[in-house]
């Protein structure tokens, strides 16, 4: 199967009768800790924006994420460039800060009710990778954010898919790559060229990020 091009029959069906009752902007909402940025976020969403036929991929940042332990070590001012530095070349992907001014814990039924509540003819399409896809049901007012969002999935290398909701799934190149991958490359001096954007690569150098 050719994952590049392939779209399985349930899911072009799903597609076709979700276009037929298209109301407002399709929004695609990529959030993420972004600790840093990589390319295979940048690809999920791409092929989910291409794929659904969605007007625009807004990558929003979390200030605190719910359910990682670790510390970050690096500001959400950082996160947030490397991002902007990331999405920059693609007129339909957007950085949305709004998570980082709400402050907090960032729980993502408060962001769909916050965009629902100020345009409410858009669609939004929370797109995730499968190990997001199999802990929703964990997440806060997870019922809920099923109901008000269209749910997108990602395969994730490692992520057997075992969704506990109704979604769409689409099919991306599996890429075996994570944010932590990047931060232990960097740490131990191992080369990051090619698996986040140049422009993203020379920042973490400039900046010294991600050295111990
Ligand atoms: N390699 C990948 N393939 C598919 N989806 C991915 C991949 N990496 C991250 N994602 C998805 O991107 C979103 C943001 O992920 P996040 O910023 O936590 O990156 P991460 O690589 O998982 O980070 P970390 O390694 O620090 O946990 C999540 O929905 C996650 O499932
Ligand atoms: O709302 C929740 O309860 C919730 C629980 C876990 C993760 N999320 C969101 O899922 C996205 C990816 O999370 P993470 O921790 O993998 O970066 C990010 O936008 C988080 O805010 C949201």
């Not at 994730?156 to 506990?164: L, T, W």
């Not at 099919?171 to 131990?188: E, F, K, Y």
């Amino acid at each position: 199967m050719d994952s590049l091009v392939d779209f399985s029959k349930e899911t072009q069906v799903k597609v076709q009768t979700a276009e037929s009752q298209r109301k407002g902007k399709q929004i695609g909402i990529m959030g993420g800790t972004f600790n840093p940025v990589h390319m295979a976020h940048l690809v999920a969403a791409e092929q989910a924006m291409t794929k659904l036929h969605l007007d625009e991929v807004w990558f929003v940042p979390d200030n605190i994420p719910p359910h990682k332990d670790a510390p970050l070590n690096v500001s959400a001012r950082d996160r947030a460039t490397m991002l902007d530095l990331a999405t920059r070349d693609n007129p339909r992907f957007r950085v949305k800060l709004l998570e980082l001014f709400r402050g907090g814990v960032s729980y993502t039924i408060d962001t769909i009710h916050y965009l629902t509540k100020k345009a409410p003819e858009n669609t939004y399409y929370l797109i995730m990778g499968s190990d997001q896809v199999n802990s929703l049901h964990k997440w806060k007012n997870a019922e809920e954010l099923a109901k008000l969002a269209t749910l997108v999935g990602i395969r994730r290398p490692g992520y057997p898919q075992d969704p506990q909701y109704s979604m769409i799934w689409v099919d991306a190149p599996d890429i075996r790559l994570s944010s932590t991958a990047i931060r232990r490359a960097v740490s131990t001096g191992i080369s990051i060229r090619y698996l986040v954007p140049d422009k993203v690569r020379e920042y973490i150098e400039e900046k010294g990020l991600y050295r111990d």
